[in-house]
């Protein structure tokens, strides 16, 4: 019994939140791509379920009670669109990267974050094949004190490029999303 296209996209967001491997191996194509994974892990580019799994690892590595609630979908029988709200809580550092490398790692602030986006999927063969968004990324910064720069957190970000910490986040996450993605741990680190 195969899901329909809304079933699909629930259970997408649901392997982000969960890290479900059954789950994502059910609704994720094999030839998977994610547009977005630019910023993440290089584990968050593999194709299939993998790079799914991985993505949800980076995420909740940074936010705890991580949800994506449904606000709404339209849908054909090649896409679906869903509109959403990503919700969390700060509790990781936040890692971005660039061309693979350490871009910016955030200090956990404890901050709630709880933003509005719009993602497009792609389906083929009764599973999710494709992935892109539309994210409202100024909000979330804003929200954990980033855009526009609150000196505090400034000056941790800074400490943490500094000291090192900010890259021993990244081999951190780069880790467990290499992990989740079943990648050996003799993964190189990612650092800038």
Known sequence: MGMDATDLAHGLFRVL???DPALAAEVVHDDFHNREAAVSPTACSLPGPAGVLAS?????????????PVLGIARNDEQVWVRLRMQGRHTGAF???RDGALDQAIPPTGRDIDFEQIHV????DGKVVGHEAVRDDITMLGQLGVFPPAPPVALRMLAWRVTGKAT????DVTAKAAEA????????RQSR
Request: charged share 20%; aromatic share 12%; net charge positive.
């Open 56 to 68: 949800g690892a980076w995420m909740r590595s940074a936010f705890s009670d991580l949800s994506f």
């Open 121 to 124: 999927l792609d389906l083929r």
């Open 181 to 188: 993605a079943g990648l050996p741990q003799s993964s190189p």
């Open 17 to 19: 939140e969960t890290g």
């Open 95 to 97: 890692v971005r990267f």
């Open 168 to 171: 021993r986040a990244a081999a």
